[in-house]
Nanobody
Framework: QVRLVESGGGSVQTGGSLRLSCVAS????????MAWFRQAPGKEREGLAA????????DYADSVKGRFAASLDTDKNTLYLHMDSLKPEDTAMYYC???????????????????WGQGTQVTVSS
């Protein structure tokens, strides 16, 4: 079993920055990818960034490429998401996920992940 705990959410104004953290514990060997997703009310869960534990590969959604940066500290089992130039449309609940991903093309697909955190709210005001 893997436990994921997110932190770092909050309220910021347009153009601001936030850094989210996700600490993994439990069976760390049970996954090879960690990722960030978000879900706004009435919308589907959207994959934002996925980091491969075994190498320097990070996949990004087009909607956040250039504004968001994900990184993984394997010593601390912690995934980060640094978010810059935040917009009101970035307002959502942000989730951390972990899973065994067999195809890189599915790294931003929610159904590919087995373990999920409880989420942290990000609100961007105009």
């Amino acid at each position: 079993q893997v436990r994921l705990v997110e932190s770092g959410g909050g309220s910021v104004q347009t153009g601001g920055s936030l850094r989210l953290s996700c600490v993994a514990s439990g069976y760390i060997g049970g996954f090879n990818y960690m990722a960030w997703f978000r879900q706004a009310p009435g919308k589907e869960r959207e994959g934002l960034a996925a980091v491969f534990k075994g190498g320097p590969r990070t996949d990004y959604a087009d909607s956040v490429k250039g504004r968001f940066a994900a990184s993984l500290d394997t010593d601390k089992n912690t995934l980060y998401l640094h978010m810059d130039s935040l917009k009101p449309e970035d307002t959502a609940m942000y989730y951390c996920a972990a899973g065994l991903i067999y195809y890189f093309s599915t790294s931003l697909t929610a159904t590919a992940y087995e373990y999920w955190g409880q989420g942290t709210q990000v609100t961007v005001s105009s």
